[in-house]
């Protein structure tokens, strides 16, 4: 269930959502003034129950660039409940330096849905890892070994791959996201090199790669020369397997996966298949593309002042009193209230501090200042988190066994995102504008992390939020159902995301 929205930076966004137990978030979109659109259940919203539609109204203001959207219920985006948003710019610097775009969305593809793997995650004694993968997909195609397959299966090992179609001597923007739910994607073209224009809608200077490594959440775009000899050429979008860890405890740890996913890049009057060479690397493994190729088009100063407000968090795993697998942050795993979240809480003038210890909050309330988060990673696996509502200024990174040092913070033109790896037993230091007013997630974009509990609500300013009104129909969600009591994660998953896979 995949859709493309392409619009103008000046439009509003009136996208109708409908049932079944729909909840979508627009990753990327600040939601200035509302808030409660941001789609994320007990923090902003309700889900949308059976047989109920909600239309999502927002604008965009002066955002423009690549992003996506997808489902925030539980892990009903792995299911294929997402889609990409492009917010195009009229005076984009780089608009006459290309003559035509492309969008490429990354993913992973699990045989089995969630309803299936996010129980046995949380099994009580799970000692796993993330779920194994069967194929990584390049918007939306991919081959699978069918040697493996199931006996009785329809399996295609020959499956069509995708095709770019370009023309000699004419120049190409590929809009790249990853949409999946675990693992970082490696994006190269062969023979053709990558310069990179733009990364999670903040214009960059540009800087010519060879290979594009692409975490969970984050996008970028790239012009790509069409200056090679006609001809077939791989697009490769690899699931980078030394990201991923596994044990033989992992789900689906015997997967038949070829981590090298495929398309083609097609000239004009070609005719012989692809017989191209990769690219050797020429980055770090697991790590976010390299700060000289992300410095902003224009310097970007306004982080460099007195903090207002400073916040420590820790993030681990632990096991709950039945040995369930949790995650954790400064040791609280997040628990969402789905039927009511905090954004009505806090319209209801109750306190941010008084809000339940699962909620995950830290509060922020200088209107116009700047707030620092330094977040220490307390386990092996690296994060990819990503911030809602908000840019972040990327003040350092911190690798395992690194002393934090404040001298070497980035202040004076960082990098600028809203998604960034946190590396295993490291440490990063952030910081954005307190200029937002709401109830914002910071998680690892996992999905299943996410789904262990890896969140932290940011309530910000919240002496603005408490005057606003949610509009009346967002409120009627919550009064539709009562989730809280009704529902278990086995229930939902086995049931509604089956009933939604068989659309796509």
């Known amino acids: ?30 939601q200035h003034g509302t808030n409660w ?23 965009t203001t002066d955002q423009h660039g690549t992003y996506w959207y997808h489902s925030h219920f539980f892990a009903q985006y792995v299911d294929g409940l997402r889609g990409s948003l492009v917010v195009h710019d009229p005076d984009d610097p780089y608009l006459n330096q290309y003559d035509f775009e492309y969008l490429v969305v990354l993913s992973d593809w699990h045989h089995n849905t969630t309803g299936v793997l996010l129980p046995l995650q949380d099994a009580p ?19 699978y070994n069918c040697t493996a397959a199931p006996p009785g299966s329809k399996c295609k090992s020959n499956q069509p791959l995708a095709v770019y179609n370009v023309k000699k001597n004419k120049k190409y923007r590929f809009r790249i996201i990853n949409s999946s739910a675990d693992g970082v994607f490696v994006f190269s073209i062969d023979q053709h ?70 398309g083609i890049l097609h000239y004009e009057g070609a005719i012989n ?66 039927n009511d979240p905090t954004v009505n809480k806090i319209t209801r003038d109750i306190d941010a501090k008084d809000l339940p210890k699962e909620q995950n909050s830290v509060i922020f309330n200088h209107n116009g200042g700047i707030a620092e988060i ?45 998604t960034l790896t946190i590396p295993g037993n490291g440490f990063v230091v952030i910081r954005f504008i307190t200029d937002n007013p709401g109830v914002w997630a910071f998680h690892c974009h996992i999905e299943w992390h996410v789904e262990l509990g890896m969140v932290l609500g940011i309530i910000e300013l919240q002496d603005t939020l408490k005057k606003e009104t949610i509009p009346e129909d967002v409120v009627a969600l919550c009064l539709e159902h009562d989730l809280q009591k009704r529902t278990t994660r086995k229930m939902l998953n086995s049931i509604v995301i089956n009933e939604i896979r068989s659309y796509d």
Not at 37 to 58: A, E, H, K, M, R
Not at 399 to 410: A, M
């Open 374 to 418: 330094y977040v220490k990673n307390n386990n092996g696996a690296d994060h990819p988190f990503h911030m809602h509502g908000h840019v972040f200024a990327i003040m350092y990174v911190g690798e395992k066994g690194e002393v934090h040092d404040k001298s070497k913070y980035n202040k004076r033109n960082p990098v600028v995102r809203d």
């Open 1 to 30: 269930m995949k859709f493309k929205i392409l619009m103008n930076h000046t439009n509003l966004l009136k996208p109708i959502i409908l049932n079944p137990l729909h909840i979508f978030h627009w990753h990327g979109m600040f």
């Open 193 to 262: 090199k990558l310069k990179v224009i733009e990364a999670d809608g903040i214009y960059l200077k540009p800087t010519i790669i060879k290979k594009l490594p692409v975490a969970v959440g984050q996008r970028y775009s790239v012009i790509v020369d069409a200056n090679q000899p006609v001809g077939n050429y791989f697009i490769r979008g690899t699931l980078d397997k030394r990201c991923t860890p596994i044990n033989n405890a992992t789900i689906n740890f015997n997967s038949a996966i070829d981590w090298n996913g495929l």
């Open 273 to 338: 298949k692809p017989n191209s060479k990769e690219f050797d690397d020429d980055f770090t493994p697991c790590r976010d593309l390299d700060k000289k190729h992300l410095n902003p088009i224009k310097p970007i100063t306004k982080y460099d002042g007195h903090v207002t407000d400073f916040v420590n968090i820790t993030i681990t795993f632990g096991r709950d009193k039945n040995q369930r697998l949790k995650a954790l942050i400064n040791n609280s795993s997040f628990v969402p209230q789905m």
């Open 37 to 59: 659109y941001d789609g994320v259940p007990g923090q902003t919203q309700c889900p949308i129950p059976n047989d109920v539609s909600l239309v999502y109204n927002f604008s």
């Open 125 to 143: 004694g799970y000692s796993g890892l993330r779920p194994i993968p069967d194929s990584p997909l390049i918007s939306g195609l991919g081959r």
